[in-house]
């Protein structure tokens, strides 16, 4: 596997000073035999802009320093070099307090991280904490504007030892994220490092933090086993940059560098520090593109369990997201806006079949030969296309091969080999419908492998996990109703409010779902408009009775040492595993019956018949049909939703919520 891995990611472009700075020609990043030349004079610019805001500031401290006077109306072009000739650049370097310009650099994008990364928010604060802990000063930010000037303040005096203190603690006390990668620096609890290649802020980072959301699905989708093995060998290949950095074309400055921060890693003794330390050196040397490479081949290679997912694939984190997770490996989309599928298939078409090839296909579409193939793309069915144009599974599997899904030389069905082609050129495959029916077909194979006497450890995660998506879904639809919003930035501020906890919705565990529906059916039964609303819409007056949320409280105080193997708690015994299983199903066997989990649909067709009555037709989780009169519904094919409706087949002003998890 490493041979191929490193082939695939030699070509990362880092960013390594490699002359010394000067004022006319810039200075140079050289990378194998690609020279990219910056302006200095644009980074101190951005240095002292920021840092003194306006220039009338940097004037006067110059002149402070060295009582040399400078006018003010000069360009920062002409200072520079002015400056230059009157102390030298090692003086005015000093006189900055900077060792370089790598660090002025660093502070300018320190300064943006503070400002625009670290999070500040009704429901989530992340800078201030950190800004308190550095500066020893109480800081109230309204709103983001007045967030600057602290920002800068921080970033241009902070010391990096103190910050390394500081973000470590924070990390521990879940208020910062393990790291924050923002364009070429990394910051975590090894300081500020630059990484070897821009990074694009990943601003959807925001649910809780910015540190890549590969480190997220990994964490998320894989077992622990599994985990251990990718961070393993992510780490693994940057120690090969280490040992061998002209193997990778990099200099033998970086190789050192990547030596020392694993040294840094293997030295922690802090499990949770540890795993912080290694995804910010993970940041620094490997782009995504790296790390779903490096996944995929592991699954291909059957070294580690593939993801669990319900179906052939999931979006992540949202519904509506670009990262796609398949049973067989990771890859992302192109954002909504810029994909064009029927485009690719074209171009995948063109380059497989020669004119002639494809002239009973094409007979009746004019125009010249390219055209007349995309207009054939464009109008039929994809999944028609492959199915009737590519000769078998062998070479369907090559195809995926080559777009990046290894692993696809294990699939034996043609239909999910199409289906993961289509996804991978960018169309959208109607996803899979998974509601409370599927969740409890997986209770009863968790009960039977646990009678079956394999090890309940790995089950038991399995339950949990299941069983905190399951109430996941169910406060997401009462929040949602509760709020009258399904806006993520609202239902994160409303669970903030109700002091459920200051984390995203996301990030929400088995334990704060459970006190969320606790807390919407204590504000139901004392709020005498809310109640009524709340028995017009679901008959009821409250969520779950106080017996069926003690069964839940019960459930989540075996909880631990299940997700979080590392503690001292002991596991439960078999036969205790057997009863929380149990209780669970009784548990889902009553909302299900009950009404009070929603039917999961989804949109089949959006009809309007000869009289001009609209409705749409849509299948639940069962597979049963129903018709929902449009009136104030907007739906969209083939999107999931929850649905609550007083009526069958046909639902009259439902409760409907989109299912964005």
Sequence with gaps: MNEEVINKWKDVSPEDITSKPNWEEGWELVHADVVKVHDASEILKDYIGKRFRPKANFIAFIKEKTRIKFSETKSYDALFSEIEKKIGKEKFFSILGIKDLEEAEIRSQLADVFYKALVETTWMHQFSPLYERLTGEKIKIKRKVEKKEPAYRLAFSVDENEFIDAWTDLYKGEVLPPVIP??????????????????????????????????????????????????????????????????????????????????????????????????????VYLNDENLISIINELIASKKISGPKIHGLYERYPYSFSDWIITKYGIFKQDPSWKRNPNKKLFELLQKKFKKEDLEPELKHYQGDSPMSLLAYCVKESPKEILDRLIGGIPDLRNIAKRLGIPAAKMIESKDELIKLILLRLGFNIPPTIVGISQYRKLLDEYLSDINKDKPVKGIMRDVYVETENLLRDLSYFYICWYSKSTDVEKINEMVSELNISDKPFQRLTLGEHIKLIRTLNTKIERDHALKKRFSADFGKDRILPKDKMDILDTISAYRKPFIHPDTDETLPDRETCVQ??????????????????????????????????????????????????????WLDVPKLYFMHSATKPVAIRPVIIEKIF
């Design 182 to 283: 923002y364009k070429n620096i990394v910051i975590g609890p090894l300081g500020w490092l630059k990484s070897l290649e821009k990074r694009e802020k990943e601003m959807f980072g925001l649910i809780f933090g910015l540190h890549s959301d590969i480190i997220r699905i990994i964490g998320d989708k894989f077992d622990p086993e599994s985990q251990d093995i990718i961070i393993g060998a992510l780490l693994g290949i940057i120690e090969q940059i280490g040992n061998d950095p002209n193997k990778f074309e990099l200099q033998d400055v970086i190789g050192r560098e990547a030596l020392k921060h694993l040294k840094e890693v293997e030295s922690e003794q802090d499990e949770n520090i540890r795993f912080a330390k290694s995804v910010q050196v993970i940041h």
């Design 580 to 633: 929380i299983v149990s209780d669970i199903q009784n548990f889902s066997d009553y909302i299900e019956k009950e009404g009070i989990f929603p039917l999961v649909i989804q949109t089949k067709r959006d009809v309007t018949d000869e009289y001009g009555i609209s409705h749409y037709e849509v299948v639940d989780d069962r597979d049963n049909e129903w018709w929902i009169h449009k009136g104030n519904v």
